[in-house]
């Protein structure tokens, strides 16, 4: 992969809101092309909203606990029960 070349998703988005997670992914696709023309600071904003998602995967994984057990969420991501708890449990 050259440095200007950009890692495709490897993810089928279907469901409810299939459109929206697309229309993201194109919105990170540009965001990537703006920082690569762009200089240092730009690359830190990018960085800090990489920063928010995993906030926000983190904060939507422990409400969707509220409705869903370790085990279901666990099989619907292909990891361990333990991995999910660690991951979205009470910290």
Same mark, same amino acid.
């Given at each position: 992969? +050259?440095?200007? %070349? &950009?890692? +495709?998703?490897?993810?089928?988005?279907?469901? $409810?809101?299939?459109?929206?997670? !697309?229309? &993201? =992914?194109?919105?990170?696709?540009?965001?990537?092309?703006?920082?690569?023309?762009? $200089?240092? +600071?730009? &690359? =830190?904003?990018?960085? /800090?909203?990489?920063?928010?998602?995993? $906030?926000? @995967?983190? #904060? =939507?994984? #422990?409400?969707?606990?509220?409705?869903? #057990?370790?085990?279901?969420? /666990? /099989?619907?991501?292909?990891?361990?029960? %333990?991995? @999910?708890? !660690? =991951?979205?449990?009470? !910290?």
């Amino acid at each position: 992969m +050259t440095d200007r %070349q &950009l890692p +495709t998703i490897d993810h089928d988005f279907d469901g $409810d809101h299939e459109e929206y997670f !697309k229309m &993201l =992914a194109r919105m990170m696709r540009g965001a990537h092309r703006r920082v690569v023309d762009s $200089d240092p +600071t730009d &690359l =830190a904003h990018l960085i /800090a909203l990489r920063d928010y998602l995993d $906030d926000i @995967v983190t #904060s =939507a994984g #422990s409400g969707i606990h509220e409705r869903f #057990s370790w085990g279901e969420m /666990a /099989a619907e991501l292909g990891v361990s029960r %333990q991995a @999910v708890a !660690k =991951a979205y449990g009470a !910290k």
